[in-house]
């Protein structure tokens, strides 16, 4: 991120818990793009595998700047060329 001149920021964060997680139990987890710009959006799915079940489900939202901290009006070319959006 620092070669292409970016930062990048956490500025929304949802989960939809559905079923405990309990310590030593298996999961597993499966993240995606859903959007890259005008703010990149990544999804989250967690899967209990011990228990059988979905145990939640989340979104995670990040905005760019320049190395300033100048807020980015969209996602850089150069961060767009290296997502693969779903």
């Given amino acids: 991120m620092m070669a292409l001149g970016c930062k990048m920021f956490v500025v929304d964060a949802s989960c939809r818990y559905m079923a405990p997680i309990v310590y030593d139990q298996h999961v597993a987890i499966t993240a995606w793009f859903r959007q890259a710009a005008p703010l990149i959006k990544v999804a989250y799915d967690v899967y209990n595998l011990d228990a059988d ?34």
């Fill in 53 to 86: 079940r979905w145990s939640a489900r989340a979104v995670t939202v990040l905005a760019t700047t320049d190395v300033q901290g100048n807020l980015h009006s969209t996602t850089p070319d150069g961060i767009l060329a290296r997502l693969p959006v779903s």
